[in-house]
Each structure stands twice: as structure tokens, then as C-alpha cells.
């Protein structure tokens, strides 16, 4: 038996010869971990070269295991392995002074797998281990996918599993292409207020407008032009300093200044040419958020306006750009895709759901197929929706949604509505509790 709780020491700091070492030693256990592998998966891949057949290992390990990518080969290695594989995780945290939530794993049998399912136990806290039984079954399609569906329930995964199969749900990626905003490198520097525009003189040429950092302003259906403006009276940083040929002469004083701050000397600025002319893709046709407190949000660009790296752009196919900007955003604000956030989003210490590009590709919304369907339903409701957003009332807002897509899309009854509600609202509450406790 082997039992551990390895250091969590993510990539960036593992490095050198101590990288090579780590990943030498699971290679030789038969395990090849990425370049971003943190030193706990070389740990538990390494531990298994000291078990007997049949032997079993027990690891205390940051809840990582369950959804990053570089993870994967760990989580295939696992059922390959053993017999068993158990899963605990727990609703308080274990280690108050620890930012990292951590799960326990079991398993056992070694060299007596493979095995097509892990069992999960959730529990309140450690005291409950006293009570572990067989757990729940679950069987990844793929060895290597993400574990984290596992929490949402059998109920809700089948759900959202037949949505996909029937196409009431596709993919983000079905809609269009997702893409990082432009990276600065100084956000500080670059971007600009209206009142800091005009303070410094800079010319139209020296300008593009942009939607300003952050996402707050990105929690109704659109960005108008209205509210792009009311946001630049309001001293919000609308534009970016991006001269797309020769700057204006007030562009070149601006320029001198940030090179006497050293702006120029930061990695992303040193590495092109000229220094401040940012790369930028074009306009897209919808905003979505990056980092989020509750759940990603799609809002239409109807300012036409660009977008820097607090949020991505997302860009739709020639036909169905046009359905795709009216009611898209509206057709996903559901209780599934939020829940489907959730799965395949990666959540951190401070509770916090991040959703890369590669993430969001993989966001269930409605298939272009219900939405053109159901265009009529989903129209009638777009401006009471509109309103209640702008009166915070976000849930009454997805309860209409729900009635359309949940109810009428994919005819859902009560029972099944209220268990992807319960569902969601669990791995919902697990981050917020995170969050609080790191706070406190």
C-alpha cells in the first residue's frame, strides 16, 4: 500500500532538473505527463511502481485530478490499473490555511483492471469518511475525460447527454469559432478613457474602439451603441491606443512617455514590431465572459466594437451570424448551460469558473435547429428578459428562458427541470463555499 499527499507545486515553479526528474519518473512508470503537468501527477504516477499486484494506494490530492487537461493521462492510468478507483470529495474544506479545494483518492487492485467506472462519495467533511460505502458509479465515455460531471448528478448527465445525442443541444463550436481578446501586454497603459483621450490629444487615427476591461457591463443580451457611450461618459476605458499606420504627433509623445515608463520593455510589448501596435482580430458578433462569479454570459456586440483579453469574441458562421447575434445569448441563458458551464469550466480556490476558448467550443447551447424551431417563443420573450436582467432579476429571467428550452425544446417535465436546477445550484454553492473560505 502506498499513502501520500504530494506537494502541489504547479508548472511554473517546477522547473529544470526537477522538471525532468518528475517526468522521467512517470515515464518510466508508463505514464507521459505534458510540459504543464504540476509535481502531484508524477507523484501518484510514480507511487504505483512500488505496489504488488493487487496492492492499493490512498492519495490526498487537489481537486485538479478531476478536470484539468494535463491530468488526463492520470485519470486514464487510474482505471486502466486498478480494479477499484474511488473518488471522495467533500462540501467544507479540509485545510483552512490551504487555497487549493483537495479530494481523497482510493483505489485498489493494482495490475487487476482495467475497470469502466470510478465511484464517487460526497461528503459534508472528513468526519463522514467513517461512513464510506460503494459511492455512486460512474463511466467516463473516455478514460482520460474530465471527471467533474460526475457531481452533477446521474439524472442531470443523462439529460444533457441525450439533449447532445438529440440535438436539442449542440456545441458553442456548432455556432462559431471562439477567440482570446487582444493581448496588450500593459492593459493599464493601453487603454484608454474618453477623458484621458482627449487629455493627451490623440487623433482618430490613433484609436480603436473596444469594450473596456472586465465584464460587469456584459450581464444583459446586448452592448448598444447607447450603452457604449454611457460607459465612456461614465470614465470606463473605451478605447485602446492602436495606431493602425503612423501615429498622430500626439501619438508619438504618448508613445515616447510609455517608453520612459519602461512599457515597452514588458514580454508581449518586446516581443513585436513596433512595440504598441497591438494585434487585433476583427469585430465579433458576440462578447462572452472569461472569469465568472456565477455563470459565462454571450451578450450581442451590437456597438461594433473590439474586444481585449478580460473576455473572449466569439465569431459566427456566414449563415446563421444574423439568428446567432437576435438569440443566441438569450437561447443560453438556461439552466442546462449553465450546468454545462460548470462541467466543462475550470474552478479555482476563490470560486471563480474560468472558461478558456478551447472550453467554450465545447459549451452545450441550443442547436441552431431548436432555435430557428422556436424563434417565435424565444422573440416573445427577449424584452421582459431584457428588462429583468436590468433589474438584476437574473433568475426570473432564466425561468423564462427554462419554459422555452427546458419546456418546450427539449420537453422536460417538472421532476427533470428541478433536478438539473438542484444540480447546477450544488456545484454552484461548492464554489461559493470555496470562495468564503479562502476568504475568511
Given at each position: 500500500m502506498v499513502i501520500g499527499n504530494p506537494p502541489y507545486v504547479r508548472y511554473q515553479l517546477h522547473r529544470g532538473v526537477d522538471r525532468q526528474r518528475s517526468r522521467a519518473a512517470a515515464k518510466e512508470a508508463g505514464v507521459e505527463l505534458n510540459e504543464l503537468a504540476s509535481i502531484w501527477a508524477a507523484f501518484v504516477v510514480h507511487a504505483t511502481s512500488f505496489l504488488a499486484q493487487g496492492g492499493r494506494m490512498a492519495f490526498v490530492l487537489p481537486a485538479e485530478l478531476m478536470f484539468v487537461n494535463y491530468a488526463g493521462s492520470v485519470r486514464q492510468m487510474l482505471l486502466e490499473r486498478f480494479a477499484n478507483v474511488h473518488l471522495v470529495v467533500f462540501e467544507q474544506r479540509l485545510f483552512a490555511d490551504a487555497q487549493e479545494e483537495v479530494v481523497l483518492l482510493l483505489a485498489e487492485g493494482y495490475q487487476q483492471g482495467p475497470t469502466a467506472h470510478f465511484n464517487l462519495h460526497q461528503f459534508r467533511n472528513a468526519e463522514d469518511l467513517a461512513q464510506l460505502g460503494a459511492g455512486t458509479q460512474h463511466a467516463p465515455v473516455q478514460k482520460a475525460e474530465r471527471w467533474t460531471g460526475s457531481l452533477v448528478g446521474i439524472e442531470a448527465q443523462s439529460i444533457l447527454s441525450s439533449a447532445l445525442a438529440h440535438g436539442h443541444l449542440s456545441t458553442l463550436k456548432a455556432w462559431g469559432e471562439t477567440s482570446l481578446g487582444a493581448v496588450t501586454g500593459n492593459n493599464k497603459w493601453f487603454t484608454l478613457s474618453r477623458e484621458r483621450v482627449q487629455e493627451l490629444g490623440l487623433a482618430e487615427?490613433?484609436?480603436?474602439?473596444?469594450?473596456p476591461p472586465g465584464s460587469r457591463h456584459l450581464r444583459g443580451l446586448e452592448l448598444d451603441e447607447a450603452m457604449w457611450q454611457r460607459l465612456g461618459e461614465h470614465g470606463s476605458a473605451t478605447y485602446l491606443f492602436r495606431p493602425a499606420a503612423n501615429p498622430s504627433t500626439a501619438g508619438e509623445s504618448f508613445i515616447a512617455s510609455g517608453e520612459l515608463e519602461a512599457v515597452d520593455q514588458a514580454y508581449k510589448c518586446r516581443v513585436r514590431s513596433p512595440w504598441w501596435r497591438v494585434p487585433v482580430l476583427s469585430v465579433p458578433d458576440l462578447f462572452m465572459t472569461y472569469m465568472n462569479a456565477d455563470t459565462p454570459r454571450l451578450t450581442t456586440n451590437q456597438a461594433?466594437?473590439?474586444?481585449?483579453?478580460?473576455?473572449?469574441?466569439?465569431?459566427?458562421?456566414?449563415?446563421?451570424?444574423?439568428?446567432?447575434?437576435?438569440?443566441?445569448?438569450?437561447?443560453?441563458?438556461?439552466?442546462?448551460?449553465?450546468?454545462?458551464?460548470?462541467?466543462i469550466g475550470r474552478s479555482y480556490g476563490g470560486g471563480i469558473l474560468k472558461v478558456e476558448p478551447r472550453e467554450a467550443d465545447v459549451l452545450p447551447v441550443p442547436s441552431i435547429t431548436m432555435v430557428q424551431a422556436h424563434t417565435h417563443e424565444l422573440r416573445s420573450i427577449k424584452d421582459t428578459v431584457r428588462q429583468l436582467l436590468a433589474q438584476g432579476h437574473k433568475q426570473e429571467a432564466t425561468d423564462l428562458v427554462d419554459r422555452i428550452v427546458l419546456g418546450s425544446m427539449l420537453e422536460l417535465d417538472k421532476d427533470a427541470v428541478q433536478a438539473l436546477r438542484a444540480a447546477r445550484q450544488n456545484m454552484l454553492e461548492r464554489r461559493k463555499a470555496r470562495s468564503k473560505a479562502v476568504k475568511g
Amino acid at each position: 500500500m502506498v499513502i501520500g499527499n504530494p506537494p502541489y507545486v504547479r508548472y511554473q515553479l517546477h522547473r529544470g532538473v526537477d522538471r525532468q526528474r518528475s517526468r522521467a519518473a512517470a515515464k518510466e512508470a508508463g505514464v507521459e505527463l505534458n510540459e504543464l503537468a504540476s509535481i502531484w501527477a508524477a507523484f501518484v504516477v510514480h507511487a504505483t511502481s512500488f505496489l504488488a499486484q493487487g496492492g492499493r494506494m490512498a492519495f490526498v490530492l487537489p481537486a485538479e485530478l478531476m478536470f484539468v487537461n494535463y491530468a488526463g493521462s492520470v485519470r486514464q492510468m487510474l482505471l486502466e490499473r486498478f480494479a477499484n478507483v474511488h473518488l471522495v470529495v467533500f462540501e467544507q474544506r479540509l485545510f483552512a490555511d490551504a487555497q487549493e479545494e483537495v479530494v481523497l483518492l482510493l483505489a485498489e487492485g493494482y495490475q487487476q483492471g482495467p475497470t469502466a467506472h470510478f465511484n464517487l462519495h460526497q461528503f459534508r467533511n472528513a468526519e463522514d469518511l467513517a461512513q464510506l460505502g460503494a459511492g455512486t458509479q460512474h463511466a467516463p465515455v473516455q478514460k482520460a475525460e474530465r471527471w467533474t460531471g460526475s457531481l452533477v448528478g446521474i439524472e442531470a448527465q443523462s439529460i444533457l447527454s441525450s439533449a447532445l445525442a438529440h440535438g436539442h443541444l449542440s456545441t458553442l463550436k456548432a455556432w462559431g469559432e471562439t477567440s482570446l481578446g487582444a493581448v496588450t501586454g500593459n492593459n493599464k497603459w493601453f487603454t484608454l478613457s474618453r477623458e484621458r483621450v482627449q487629455e493627451l490629444g490623440l487623433a482618430e487615427q490613433d484609436l480603436i474602439r473596444i469594450s473596456p476591461p472586465g465584464s460587469r457591463h456584459l450581464r444583459g443580451l446586448e452592448l448598444d451603441e447607447a450603452m457604449w457611450q454611457r460607459l465612456g461618459e461614465h470614465g470606463s476605458a473605451t478605447y485602446l491606443f492602436r495606431p493602425a499606420a503612423n501615429p498622430s504627433t500626439a501619438g508619438e509623445s504618448f508613445i515616447a512617455s510609455g517608453e520612459l515608463e519602461a512599457v515597452d520593455q514588458a514580454y508581449k510589448c518586446r516581443v513585436r514590431s513596433p512595440w504598441w501596435r497591438v494585434p487585433v482580430l476583427s469585430v465579433p458578433d458576440l462578447f462572452m465572459t472569461y472569469m465568472n462569479a456565477d455563470t459565462p454570459r454571450l451578450t450581442t456586440n451590437q456597438a461594433g466594437v473590439h474586444h481585449i483579453n478580460s473576455i473572449h469574441g466569439v465569431y459566427l458562421g456566414a449563415d446563421v451570424r444574423e439568428l446567432g447575434r437576435e438569440l443566441l445569448p438569450l437561447a443560453s441563458l438556461n439552466t442546462l448551460t449553465m450546468l454545462g458551464a460548470e462541467i466543462i469550466g475550470r474552478s479555482y480556490g476563490g470560486g471563480i469558473l474560468k472558461v478558456e476558448p478551447r472550453e467554450a467550443d465545447v459549451l452545450p447551447v441550443p442547436s441552431i435547429t431548436m432555435v430557428q424551431a422556436h424563434t417565435h417563443e424565444l422573440r416573445s420573450i427577449k424584452d421582459t428578459v431584457r428588462q429583468l436582467l436590468a433589474q438584476g432579476h437574473k433568475q426570473e429571467a432564466t425561468d423564462l428562458v427554462d419554459r422555452i428550452v427546458l419546456g418546450s425544446m427539449l420537453e422536460l417535465d417538472k421532476d427533470a427541470v428541478q433536478a438539473l436546477r438542484a444540480a447546477r445550484q450544488n456545484m454552484l454553492e461548492r464554489r461559493k463555499a470555496r470562495s468564503k473560505a479562502v476568504k475568511g
